[in-house]
């Protein structure tokens, strides 16, 4: 799950990504174990580095299972796969190679779906049309 707005009840911000999972209810007879889904949290604090949430508690949220380079703004992550377009895009494509490379904190995977792809978005210069001076 990727939320979508900061919960400051639930202590969770814009950007933070849960997994859901079915885990043991404590609450189940032992003789009949059931299960729940719970959503879970890392979390910075070393004495209980998972927030564990029921999906109900969620309410500005989106099943993710990969993203866009522009949703993983401000999100680090232990491992990202930045996977490249197959033909050049328009919009500043050395900002978004950076800002995607920039989203892994120790490993990287960088894949170019057709070669050349990466040199193409490191040296073409976009030139921005924003219509500013017509206001």
């Keep these: 799950m990727l939320v979508t707005q900061n919960d400051y009840g639930l202590k969770l911000m814009n950007g933070d990504i849960g997994i859901t999972m079915a885990v043991l209810d ?31 508690r969620l309410h500005s949220v989106e099943t ?23 033909t050049p895009t328009r919009f ?12 892994a904190r120790d490993w990287l995977t960088l894949i170019e779906a057709k070669r050349g792809i990466l040199n193409d978005a490191v040296i073409r210069e976009v030139m921005r049309v924003i219509g500013m001076g017509r206001l």
């Design 26 to 56: 404590p609450r189940s007879p032992s003789n009949k174990p059931g299960r729940s889904l719970r959503v879970a949290f890392p979390t910075s604090d070393p004495e209980n580095p998972i927030h564990w949430l029921p999906p109900s």
């Design 64 to 86: 993710v299972f990969a993203m866009t380079v522009h949703k993983s703004q401000g999100s680090e992550f232990q491992h990202t796969a930045l996977l490249l377009p197959q």
């Design 92 to 103: 500043s494509p050395a900002r978004l190679v950076y800002t995607g490379i920039t989203r």
